[in-house]
């Protein structure tokens, strides 16, 4: 097996792809080219549902509130027709254990499949904290609270805000946090950069010491994690959040990908993907 880098990556305006145009596209999949994705679903979808809603940069998402409430939930078989589908809520405000009405964001698998850290934001100028909870739906247990390092932060809009978690090979945990209480040079906005702590929430300590904020960080095959990172040294406040690897102590830093890019802006959201390779 060898491993490509998926990569979700930020047009934006830049693009100046129109929804009616998106729409366009969607309908243009045939029936038939339907059925064929399908047939490539072929285990359970994890995903989040949460109200549609516009945000103005893309490194403090974690400041809004978008209206309606959400949650995390399986696809139990995707592959089937749409009017088949069975969705089953892992979390939600009205499953049995449940953090309540929020903000449910970042869903994260265990490597055994059988656990997942999540994040929770439950009031509108409130923190973003991170939580376990079993792929059953069981054993809901909170593993951060960030609300201690409120008192440090100077900085506009609200609360302190741990992300994006993510499991390390030895059982400890990536994410990004705000508690360093760095503010953004141009919007004075909390900044969160790469954290590491272990599985029961203790010893959080910073592996970064970038000033501007970082991405959605993930396990390559090697134990590197790699994640995106914006830089504001000797270029403007619009471009580069390119995409950088380093050890799970921090050290070895290293651009991965698209350092000196300046079209797309930005690569987010980085994923290793298994590749089966063709036998000879």
Known sequence: MKTAVAIGVCLGICQGISAPQVRATENAISA??????????????????????????????????????????????????????????????????????????????????????????????GNTSIFEIGVDGKNLRRVTDPGPACADYKGSQGGQHDTAPAYLPDNRIVFLSTRQSGLVPCNNTGVAVLHVMNADGGDIHPISVNYVNEFDPAVLPDGRIVYGRWEYVDKNALTIQSLWTCSPDGTQETAFYGNNMVFPEAILDVRPVPIAMPSK
């Open 32 to 125: 038939g080219d339907e059925r064929r994705l399908r047939q490539w679903l072929d285990a359970p979808l994890l995903f989040v549902r949460r109200h549609s809603y516009t945000n103005m940069h893309i490194y403090d998402t974690y400041y809004k509130w978008p209206p309606g409430g959400g949650g995390i939930y399986i696809l139990e078989n995707p592959s089937a027709t749409r009017n088949l589908w069975r969705v089953r809520p892992v979390i939600d405000p009205e499953t049995p254990e449940t953090c309540g009405f929020g903000v449910y964001s970042h869903p994260e698998l265990s490597w055994d499949g059988r656990r997942l850290l999540f994040c929770f934001k439950g009031q509108p100028q």
